[in-house]
């Protein structure tokens, strides 16, 4: 976790920036809209096909029983969610993507590569909770395997793939970050705590 650790030490980790980086990027994300709808196209099909890849076969998720305890100690709080951004995180951290969409999402859309990742896995598991819960109102179903997550996420990648990454999924992807951005601080907390329990347990 080497990448990791000099992304604490230079303030761009989770912990150091989510309070700072979730005010200011609202009005990045704001007048993104405003910009080329074709920039974001080929944006977000960057980042969707560097999920798409790193989710076709699935490495070992240490999913230890502190980040368990960590999550579903906690109210509000969508266990997918954050079980399959810190899986995203940890593979952006272990193999660093060769299409260059970090350089793009934030260059393009003002936002930064791990926030790029926790709008994309949310965004991901909302396809898959309208094919799996279509009833439901949310996709927080308490889930104790990462393996069932894993298969969520891939129904929602094949989703998102039957519809095509068009104007409308720009438009889905910008409305799912602007409402991350309204998550209460307590929210915020939970996930910032999850996300160093689990990079501390890999040294």
Same mark, same amino acid.
């Given at each position: 976790?080497?990448?990791? +650790?000099q992304d604490k030490n230079g303030g761009h980790s989770l912990?150091?920036?989510?309070?700072?980086?979730?005010? %200011?990027?609202?009005?990045?994300?704001?007048?993104?809209?405003?910009? %080329?709808? +074709?920039e974001h196209l080929t944006c977000l099909g960057l980042i969707f &096909? $560097?999920?798409?890849?790193?989710?076709? *076969?699935? /490495?070992?998720f240490s999913f230890t029983d502190e980040l368990q305890k960590e999550i579903e100690g906690a109210v509000n709080v969508d266990y997918w969610e954050i079980c399959l951004f810190i899986y995203l995180l940890d593979r952006?951290?272990? @193999?660093?993507?060769?299409?260059? $969409? #970090?350089n793009e999402l934030e260059k393009t859309m003002s936002i930064y590569p791990w926030a790029g990742l926790h709008t994309m896995s949310s965004l991901i598991l909302t396809y898959a909770a309208s094919i799996l819960y279509p009833e439901a109102q949310e996709? *927080?179903?308490?889930?104790?395997?990462? #393996? /069932?997550?894993f298969?969520?996420?891939?129904?929602? !990648? &094949? @989703? !998102?793939? +039957?519809?095509? !990454? #068009?104007?409308?999924?720009?438009?889905?992807?910008?409305e799912e970050r602007c409402r991350i951005l309204e998550y209460p601080a307590e929210v915020?907390?939970?996930f910032d705590s999850a996300v160093n329990v689990y990079f501390s347990a890999q040294g």
């Open positions: 976790m080497k990448k990791y +650790n912990k150091a920036q989510s309070s700072k980086a979730y005010s %200011d990027h609202e009005g990045a994300v704001e007048s993104s809209l405003q910009n %080329d709808k +074709n &096909d $560097w999920c798409s890849q790193e989710l076709e *076969n699935p /490495t070992f952006y951290f272990e @193999t660093p993507p060769n299409n260059e $969409w #970090d996709h *927080n179903i308490p889930l104790s395997q990462p #393996d /069932t997550i298969q969520a996420a891939k129904i929602g !990648i &094949d @989703t !998102i793939k +039957n519809e095509s !990454i #068009d104007s409308e999924f720009v438009n889905q992807f910008l915020l907390e939970v």
